[in-house]
C-alpha cells in the first residue's frame, strides 16, 4: 500500500517534468506538421517554433516567494518616484497587457518620451532590454526608469531612503533578504524577480503545435502559412520566443537606435526584432508607437516599407507587394493566435505603510 502510494507520488511529481521536458525540446506534434504544406512544414522546423521554455533566472537571483511578493509591492508603488505619482506599472499596466495604450510614455510632470513603452510581458526571454538593447539583464533594467528624469524622475539615494522610512516594507525585505536592509540592488533584484513571474501561458498556437489542429481557424492557418513562407517573417522572427533578438532596420523614421548603445554608425537606425507573443493586445506598434493598427504593422514588415512612403502612395501597385492586403489580413489574423493565456497577478490592494 506505501509503495503504491510512493510510486504514485512519483508519477505525480514527474509527470510534469516529463511533459515540460517534450515541450522544451520544441517537439512539433507529428499531426500539427501534417496539416500544414511541405514548404512550410520544412519552415516551421528550421524556425525551430515551438512552446516558450520555462523563465531563465540567473544564479545570482534565486526566485523565491517572498522577493517575488516584495518585487510585486514595489513595482506598482508610486513612491519609488519623485512626487510619487508614477509607478512601473504607470506605463506596463496590467489593464493594457502590462503595456500601455499611448504611442510614447508620460512620465512625471507630464513629460513626453520618445519610445514606445513594451509590454514586459515575457520580457524575462530577452537576453538584452529596450528597443536598443541597452541594458544586460532585468535587475539592470529595473533601476533605470527611476532615475530617468522623464520617467520616475528619482535618484537611488533618495528612492531607498523614501523605502527606508516606511515600517511595513522591512519585514518584507527581511523575509526576501534575511534582513530589513533597503539597497538599490535589492529593489532591483526584487522586481526583476516579480517580472520573471509576468509571463503568460499557452497561446492557440501552441496548443496547435502539440497536435490540436482546430486551435487554429482556417484564417489563421493561412496566415501561419504566409508567416512561414512567402512572408518570410521568419528569417527574423523564429524560436519559441518569435525573435531571434538581433537588430535590424525600422519601417520609420527611427532615432539613432543601436548605434546610442554601440556608437557604430552601421547600427544608425537598427532596433532589436520584438517577440510576437501577445503582439495582438500590445499596440500601438514599433519602437516610436507609430502605428496602431496590427493590420498596418505586417503591411509594413511584409512589404518591407517605409511608413512614409506608404503613406505618400496611396494604394500600392498590388505586383510591386510580398504580401497583398488580403494575405496581410490572414497574418494579422494568425498573429493574434500567440495571445497567450494571462498570468493571474492583480494590483495590491494596499500597500505597506
Ligand atoms: C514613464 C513611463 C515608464 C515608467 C514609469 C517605467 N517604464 Fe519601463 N519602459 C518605458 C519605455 C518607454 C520603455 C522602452 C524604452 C526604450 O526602449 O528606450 C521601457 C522599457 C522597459 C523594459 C524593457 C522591455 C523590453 O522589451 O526590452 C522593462 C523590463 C521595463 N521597462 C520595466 C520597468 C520597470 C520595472 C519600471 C519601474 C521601476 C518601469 N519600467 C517604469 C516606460 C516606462
Ligand atoms: C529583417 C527582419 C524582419 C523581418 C523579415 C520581419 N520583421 Fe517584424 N520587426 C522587425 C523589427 C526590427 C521590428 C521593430 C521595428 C521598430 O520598432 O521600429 C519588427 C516589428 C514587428 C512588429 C511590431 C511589434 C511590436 O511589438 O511593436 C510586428 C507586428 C512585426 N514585426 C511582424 C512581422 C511580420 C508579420 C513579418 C513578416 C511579414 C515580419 N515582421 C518580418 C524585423 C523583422
Not at 490540436?212 to 487554429?216: F, G, I, Q, Y
Given at each position: 500500500m506505501r509503495m503504491k502510494t510512493m510510486v504514485s507520488w512519483f508519477y505525480l511529481m514527474f509527470l510534469p517534468l516529463l511533459v515540460l521536458a517534450t515541450v522544451q525540446e520544441g517537439k512539433v506534434s507529428e499531426k500539427a506538421l501534417q496539416s500544414l504544406s511541405k514548404e512550410a512544414r520544412e519552415s516551421l522546423l528550421e524556425a525551430k517554433i515551438g512552446p516558450l521554455s520555462s523563465v531563465p533566472v540567473p544564479p545570482n537571483n534565486p526566485q523565491t516567494k517572498e522577493k517575488v511578493e516584495l518585487g510585486r509591492l514595489l513595482y506598482f508603488d508610486k513612491r519609488l518616484s519623485a512626487d510619487k505619482t508614477i509607478s512601473c506599472a504607470t506605463c506596463h499596466d496590467p489593464k493594457f497587457n502590462w503595456a500601455e495604450a499611448e504611442a510614447t510614455s508620460t512620465g512625471i510632470r507630464n513629460q513626453k518620451g520618445d519610445r514606445n513603452s513594451p509590454t514586459i510581458l515575457n520580457s524575462a526571454f530577452y537576453h538584452a532590454f529596450f528597443w536598443d538593447g541597452r541594458a544586460g539583464s532585468l535587475e539592470e533594467q529595473a533601476l533605470g526608469p527611476v532615475q530617468n528624469p522623464i520617467e520616475m524622475g528619482n535618484d537611488l539615494k533618495t528612492m531607498v531612503a523614501t523605502i527606508d522610512g516606511i515600517a511595513g516594507y522591512k519585514p518584507l525585505f527581511s523575509a526576501a533578504f534575511g534582513d530589513g536592509k533597503v539597497n538599490p540592488e535589492r529593489v532591483a533584484q526584487a522586481i526583476a524577480s516579480f517580472e520573471r513571474t509576468v509571463v503568460t501561458g499557452p497561446s492557440p498556437l501552441d496548443e496547435f503545435l502539440m497536435g490540436?489542429?482546430?486551435?487554429?481557424t482556417p484564417q489563421q492557418k493561412r496566415g501561419l502559412e504566409l508567416f512561414l513562407t512567402k512572408g518570410n517573417c521568419v528569417s527574423c522572427h523564429h524560436g519559441p520566443f518569435l525573435t531571434s533578438q538581433d537588430y535590424m532596420p525600422t519601417n520609420l523614421q527611427g532615432d539613432e537606435g543601436r548605434a546610442k548603445v554601440t556608437k557604430n554608425l552601421s547600427d544608425k537606425g537598427l532596433f532589436r526584432i520584438p517577440t510576437l507573443r501577445n503582439v495582438g493586445l500590445t499596440g500601438p506598434y514599433f519602437h516610436n508607437g507609430a502605428v496602431t493598427s496590427l493590420d498596418e504593422a505586417v503591411f509594413l514588415r511584409a512589404n518591407n516599407m517605409r511608413l512614409q512612403e506608404y503613406k505618400g502612395k496611396g494604394t500600392p501597385d498590388p505586383s510591386s507587394l510580398v504580401l497583398n492586403e488580403t494575405e496581410v489580413k490572414d497574418v494579422a489574423a494568425f498573429l493574434k493566435a500567440l495571445n497567450g493565456k494571462m498570468p493571474a497577478i492583480f494590483e495590491p490592494k494596499q500597500f505597506p505603510q
Open positions: 490540436k489542429t482546430t486551435a487554429l
